[in-house]
């Protein structure tokens, strides 16, 4: 009885401390963990204070035997023990007030801290993940663009060879046709001087077959007959 007593006792003083050390919300791990504390001490209690009470109640029945009438046996708590339990109550509940007030302060901190921290990686890592987008999209948007700059090249490069072959192919054909023409001019010049030629030799034998008409002398009809015939023959 007197242990359950001190068990609800202690619940209370603490339960009374809990709302002081949670003021800040990073210190509830702490409330749950002293109340899990509070709720197994006063379990342990009522389990050894049943216990002992099923203990002293046997020894009275078979102390008394068969024929003796049974009564309640009743706990006897000395003034010893209520000292004892009243010096660990303001023990523990001086233990408690001294960590709410030397000890919330650094759990707060270091929990503030743990969580500043924590907001600070989770910026950092933000920051970077959008950065690596960034970089990804534009990496991404610069491939599209030397894709696209490729497609232009090709389409530049195959305009240019066709340009170069009609270029070639028309430069080949007024070659041939300058060649053709200086070709037709040389013959027609190389006629001329076959024809002049020609007609030198005419000439000169004209000359020598008058000279030798002369000789035979035949009379001026026969011979302007006979250049006559002699050059109509060579023309012709």
Do not use: C
């Amino acid at each position: 009885m007197i242990r359950r007593f001190g068990a609800i006792l202690i619940a209370l003083v603490l339960l009374g401390a809990v709302p002081v050390w949670a003021v800040e919300e990073h210190a509830a791990p702490v409330h749950e963990k002293a109340v899990h504390e509070v709720e197994k001490v006063a379990h342990e209690a009522e389990h050894a204070a049943t216990t002992h009470a099923a203990t002293a109640q046997g020894h009275a029945v078979e102390g008394h035997g068969a024929g003796h009438a049974t009564h309640e046996v009743k706990p006897h708590v000395t003034k010893r023990q209520l000292r004892d339990l009243l010096w660990w109550g303001v023990n523990f509940l001086a233990l408690v007030i001294i960590l709410v007030k030397f000890g919330r302060e650094p759990i707060v901190n270091t929990f503030r801290s743990r969580r500043e921290s924590i907001e600070n990686e989770y910026k950092d890592l933000s920051e970077k993940r959008a950065e690596a987008e960034a970089k990804y999209r534009e990496y991404e948007k610069k491939l599209a663009t030397l894709e696209e700059e490729a497609k232009k090249i090709m389409e530049a490069f195959i305009e240019q060879g066709q340009k170069e072959k009609e270029r070639i192919i028309r430069e080949a054909k007024e070659t041939a046709e300058r060649i053709k023409q200086q070709a037709e001019f040389y013959v027609q010049q190389e006629l001329e001087k076959a024809r002049e030629e020609l007609r030198k030799e005419v000439a000169e034998l004209s000359v020598k077959l008058a000279e030798q008409i002369i000789r035979e002398k035949i009379t001026p009809e026969d011979h302007k007959r006979l250049v006559q015939e002699f050059i109509e023959r060579v023309v012709h």
